[in-house]
T-cell receptor, first 114, second 111 residues
Framework: AQTVTQSQPEMSVQEAETVTLSCTYDTSENNYYLFWYKQPPSRQMILVIRQEAYKQQNATENRFSVNFQKAAKSFSLKISDSQLGDTAMYFCAFMPSRGQNFVFGPGTRLSVLP | NAGVTQTPKFQVLKTGQSMTLQCAQDMNHEYMSWYRQDPGMGLRLIHYSVGAGITDQGEVPNGYNVSRSTTEDFPLRLLSAAPSQTSVYFC??????????FGNGTRLTVT
């Protein structure tokens, strides 16, 4: 069974600084997808970024980028120029390409401080 | 385009009561699922469906029933509510290998 681990239950960062959230996963699959979702206090689940395992290039979306290390089964999220609106729970998620279901990590609560 | 619509947003039940959480999507997604979110545990899969007439159990199915009579709707039924079912519930759908699209969640409290 696949598992996703987020070892940092809570983090904080000063506004305008950079922060990295860690995620590791365990799988025997070779092809899969990885995601980061953001959940602000509104409770809405918002897709931040997606990575296909067969792509070596790390995905980026504006201030958000990932460091995907397939051999190490690591998928960290870097947020640059942190903004107050980045305050949220962040969930790492895994989906095998042949499978149906997502597996989520326990989440990291990020606070951006003014 | 409404996306994934969940109702209600909040619900309080007494132990033993039953209720149905509604979920509808208008994106013609074949896959639909229900998750519960508890502190420190992330989102755990309750039930899922890969198409009308097909449902299957996820990680934590006990105490919940689902049905999928149409592509659009995927209701979640609590048969006899227990305090352990106090949680936030999310419905989510997707098509092919696209990311999950989530509803806005239901906060359920069982007293």
């Amino acid at each position: 069974a696949q598992t996703v681990t987020q070892s940092q239950p809570e983090m904080s960062v000063q506004e305008a600084e950079t922060v990295t959230l860690s995620c590791t996963y365990d799988t025997s699959e070779n092809n899969y997808y990885l995601f980061w979702y953001k959940q602000p206090p509104s409770r809405q689940m918002i897709l931040v970024i997606r990575q296909e395992a067969y792509k070596q290039q790390n995905a980026t979306e504006n201030r958000f980028s990932v460091n995907f290390q397939k051999a190490a089964k690591s998928f960290s999220l870097k947020i640059s120029d942190s903004q107050l609106g980045d305050t949220a729970m962040y969930f790492c998620a895994f989906m095998p390409s042949r499978g149906q279901n997502f597996v989520f990590g326990p989440g990291t609560r990020l606070s951006v401080l003014p | 385009n409404a996306g994934v619509t969940q109702t209600p947003k909040f619900q309080v039940l007494k132990t033993g009561q039953s209720m149905t959480l509604q979920c509808a999507q208008d994106m013609n997604h074949e896959y639909m699922s229900w998750y519960r979110q508890d502190p420190g545990m992330g989102l755990r899969l309750i039930h899922y469906s890969v198409g009308a007439g097909i449902t299957d159990q996820g990680e934590v199915p006990n105490g919940y029933n689902v049905s999928r009579s149409t592509t659009e709707d995927f209701p979640l039924r609590l048969l006899s509510a227990a305090p352990s079912q106090t949680s936030v519930y999310f419905c989510a759908s997707r098509r092919g290998d696209s990311p999950l699209h989530f509803g806005n969640g239901t906060r359920l409290t069982v007293t």
